[in-house]
């Protein structure tokens, strides 16, 4: 099999098994434990429609687990089977971002690219958050402020209440009789470090429309 699972696809199937682990352990009536496996395979196959074959047989392994060394085994055999994401060369990442001209890029070889559902870094001193993302096929940039708020809340892509900032970026549509001063800013609360958000994401839907919004 070639890779099939992207990140947030594995980080769904790790939050449904790490749900179903704590009842094999914790619950001991059957037929809660039952439920709880039977709504993990079906968000296990919801996120993956067009899975069949030797693809669909691994996946649906996950429903035979039920010791502790199972569902490490089962995370682990999953592994060589996750999509890398593709950043592109350094000199693609830059003509992402074409008005900035010191552009400070992340350090790629010490990203863990099977493990990012989006590359994003932040350039501290200009209190601005990066992201790269394949938007309906291509990749696409935006850069924003990221403005701390020293509190913990409710990221808008992972969904994870976490420590999160403002970020805020200008979207680049334009009403037809608008003025050259015109513009328009969108914001969120997102978590401060990407890393933890990419460990978290399990849907792609607020991400991918936040990014259609600014881009579009």
């Known amino acids: 099999m070639h890779p099939f699972i992207r990140n947030h696809q594995y980080n769904l199937i790790r939050k449904e098994i790490g749900l179903l682990q704590r009842a094999c352990g914790t619950v001991a009536d059957p037929k809660v434990v039952e439920s709880v496996r039977s709504n993990m395979q079906f968000k296990i196959a919801e996120a993956f429609p067009e899975t069949a074959g030797a693809e669909r047989e691994l996946l649906d392994r996950a429903s035979s687990l039920n010791t502790v060394p199972e569902f490490t085994q089962y995370l682990a055999s999953l592994e060589p089977y996750r999509i890398a994401f593709e950043p592109g060369t350094e000199q693609q ?9 010191k552009l400070k890029l992340p350090v790629l070889a010490a990203v863990n690219l099977r493990e990012i559902t989006y590359l994003g870094w932040t350039d501290i001193a200009a209190n601005k958050l990066f992201i790269v993302y394949p938007l309906d096929g291509r990749l696409v940039g935006v850069e924003g402020r990221l403005t701390p708020t020293n509190k913990k809340s409710t990221c808008f892509v992972c969904n994870r209440h976490t420590e999160v900032a403002l970020f805020t970026a200008i979207t680049k549509a334009r009403p037809a009789n608008a003025s050259p001063d015109y513009y328009k800013a969108i914001g969120n609360y997102m ?9 978290n994401v399990t849907d792609l839907t607020a991400l991918e429309q936040f990014l259609q919004n600014v881009v579009k």
Do not use: A, G
């Open 191 to 199: 978590c401060m470090d990407s890393q933890i958000c990419n460990s």
């Open 93 to 101: 990442l830059k003509k992402l971002f074409p008005k900035i001209k």
